[in-house]
């Protein structure tokens, strides 16, 4: 990533908070200032802290500085939605579907947001047709897409239970108050 993009990019995808600015790394919402005398910065992420990212500073002889965040499976920020696989490549490490369904398959889900061929879900998605077709029926088997036939293709889309848990829904009990008032 640091090669790719450099600074900015790194520190974009590690976590939210963190900015690469002005020649220095910056943790939003704390105005602490840390000179690193050039002896670098070590990046830990770690699979078991989900807090805000934490500074630990060494003593610069034996033990270096570090940074420690939470890991993010695929970048907390990429995707830019302008292209096949942004769907799959935007899922953030704090994204509880991709965390229960897996992170192609919560794609797959969320793409669904409208009716899909299997070749269209494939391409949003950016994965091959039989793939698509894979995860489609998991998805289906699940209860939450339904397929349908259109002559010799298919459309898949989200039922009632799989827009609940896309969150497209509205809780029934406010439709049934918005429906009294």
Known sequence: MLAAGGHHALFDT?????????DGLERQGHDREYHLGGSGLLLIPSAFWSGSPVFALGDGVRLGHALLYAAQPNGQHAGTGDGPGDVLAGLAGNDHLAALLGPTRAAVLRALCEPRGTADLAGTVGISPASASEHAKV?????????RREGRSVRHSLTPLGRTILGQLRPAARELGDRAG
């Open 14 to 22: 590690l976590h939210p908070q963190l900015r690469w600015r002005h």
């Open 139 to 147: 998805l289906r088997e699940a209860y939450l897409i339904e397929t």
